[in-house]
């Protein structure tokens, strides 16, 4: 076994809702520790996965997702042959890992951030240079994660909207930032979130054709409400393109994951729906936590990051009360994903009760 990775803890998944019902006599829990989206995909999902016909199980799915790929590829603006698909973007995060990362090489990334890229960094046997973000703001400081860059260092990550902050970074800033990464370095810009952003020119995703070391990240299990479904995509341009198609299992998709995929991406009215209820809470929420004075990062996501205190604390009597949180994160700060109107009006009430 490899040496680096032998005390790995497993990921500390979500408890199933029927246990935490059962222990806490709970009749109505909220799932707000995961990011997921409480509206669900589109109804045209599963629709176009329940008209598709059982015939296809016997046979190897379409290994190019053609449709999803011509799909995606209109929607964001890209070139069909620049797009990677996996099984959710925690595929493309491994992939790419896996197909950039030498032994004793390092990754930089901000702190907090998504925890994917360490692991996969320390599985491939790479160092990782975390460098705090700015704490008064959340955002990402990119002047240190420069300085950070080494003879060894492969690879930058950055999640923008990064999670668990919620902070989002300007185009400007992350293209600034790029100009100044050797190209030897690949810059990772994972936009798990960039849906929920209200900001203009919130993606890199056109800027890769000018830059052989960028890559964009995308997932349809946020916005999309598709976590389920497990699809992700990649966007770079060759030579890591065609090295990433090798290097990916041939048959990574299956039809209902292309076939349901790309019945989502078609549905744009239903995204905007979704997005426009989100920001619509998202503001609720973050006034309140201004009125009250509580420490919160502005959130450009589907989640906020708060400062609590005792994280095991609030995040325990959240439970109790049916709003399940992610209190394991940090000791002091809890993550909140935005749920109904009603569940978050409900978790406002609780947060004021155990912060008293
Ligand atoms: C920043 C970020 N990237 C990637 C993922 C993984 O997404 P997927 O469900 O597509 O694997 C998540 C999920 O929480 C995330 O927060």
Redesign the pocket.
């Known amino acids: 076994m490899k040496e680096s990775i032998k005390n790995m803890k497993a990921y500390q998944a979500e408890l199933p809702a029927e246990v935490v019902k059962a222990k806490y006599g709970l009749s109505h829990l909220a799932r707000l520790s995961?990011?997921e989206s409480v509206y669900g995909p589109s109804p045209k999902v599963s629709q176009a996965i329940k008209t598709t016909a059982d015939d296809i199980l016997g046979y190897y799915p379409d290994g190019q997702a053609t449709v999803l790929r011509e799909a995606v590829a209109k929607h964001d603006q890209v070139a069909p042959d620049n797009l990677v698909f996996g099984v959710?973007?925690?595929?493309l995060?491994q992939l790419l890992t896996r197909t950039v990362l030498t032994p004793g090489a390092n990754i930089i990334i901000p702190d907090p951030t998504?925890g994917?890229y360490a692991m996969h960094a320390q599985i491939e046997q790479a160092d990782t240079k975390k460098i705090p973000v700015t704490l008064a703001t959340g955002q990402v400081d990119f002047d240190a994660m420069l300085a950070a860059v080494d003879e060894n260092t492969e690879m930058v990550w950055l999640?923008n909207p990064n999670?668990p902050t919620g902070v989002f970074e300007k185009r400007t800033a992350i293209l600034g930032f790029l100009e100044k990464l050797p190209k030897t370095v690949i810059l990772v810009v994972?936009e798990?979130?960039y849906d929920f952003v209200d900001e203009p020119d919130a993606t890199v995703a056109k800027d890769v054709k000018n830059y052989t070391n960028l890559v964009v990240?995308r997932?349809?299990?946020?916005a999309y409400g598709l976590?389920n479904l497990?699809?992700?995509y990649g966007i770079m341009q060759e030579p890591l393109y065609g090295v990433m198609q090798a290097v990916r299992l041939p048959y990574n998709l299956n039809t209902y994951q292309i076939i349901g995929g790309t019945a989502a991406i078609k549905d744009q009215d239903y995204l905007n729906q979704v997005v426009t209820k989100t920001q619509v809470e998202r503001k609720l929420f973050q006034t309140f936590l201004r009125d009250n004075n509580l420490t919160f990062y502005d959130s450009q996501t589907n989640f906020i990051w708060i400062k609590v205190g005792d994280t095991k604390k609030v995040g325990e009597y959240l439970l109790s009360q049916g709003y399940q949180v992610n209190d394991h994160l940090n000791s002091e700060w809890i993550r909140i994903a935005l749920g109904t109107a009603e569940d978050n009006a409900g978790m406002r009430e609780a947060i004021l009760t155990v912060i008293k």
């Open positions: 995961a990011n959710g973007a925690d595929e995060i998504f994917e999640a999670n994972d798990a979130y990240l997932t349809l299990s946020k976590a497990r699809v992700g």
